[in-house]
């Protein structure tokens, strides 16, 4: 059976051994506050020449994390993290994440060009190029999409998955202890 999240037909994975990290951190939909970052207008350049990343928006701490792959697909920006494990408080911090205390990624970015678009009778704003300046992991994020992507032991990368199933990480690794110990007997 499978219990994944769906992220546009891809599951990412969480490398408890590498302290490295999946995560969608835009997803070019209406977010919280109530604007847009359209995918196709990140620019990257300047971040990847120094790709940190904060715990909340911190740029006054010293980086938790580097990123190690950022790719821009079709409705969604995705990075991969790969935590300073010698750090005592980026260790903390990835630790809340592989446990499921943490599950969300936001970005900070420097407006190039916005526009305003009523979409279902409001205005919202879009913006339609910006450089990523930084991103971080945060407790609750705009884009409700910018999530730690997850999966169950034994998944494959890229492995096409069903959001109706999906269940939280908690009950999917209570569940297989209870298969396991199931098996014992």
Known sequence: MDRTLQSLG????????????????????????????????????????????????????????????????????????????????????????????????SVRWLPLETETRKIDERDVLVFVRQELLEWSFVSVPADAKALVMRSIPGSTLGEPVNARTFRPLGDVLDEAERLLAARRR
Request: glycine share 6%; proline share 3%; with cysteine.
């Open 10 to 105: 891809c599951v990412r994975v969480v490398d408890e051994k590498k302290g490295i990290v999946e995560s969608v951190i835009s997803s070019g939909d209406i977010a919280r506050d109530d604007a847009i970052i359209l995918v196709e207008g990140w620019e990257l350049d300047t971040y990847q020449a120094n790709p940190v990343i904060l715990w909340c928006h911190d740029d006054r701490s010293l980086p938790i994390a580097r990123t190690i792959d950022l790719q821009k697909g079709k409705d969604e920006l995705t990075a991969r993290a790969q935590f300073d494990m010698e750090d005592p408080e980026a260790a903390r911090i990835f630790g809340k994440i592989k446990r499921g205390f943490i599950n969300a990624a």
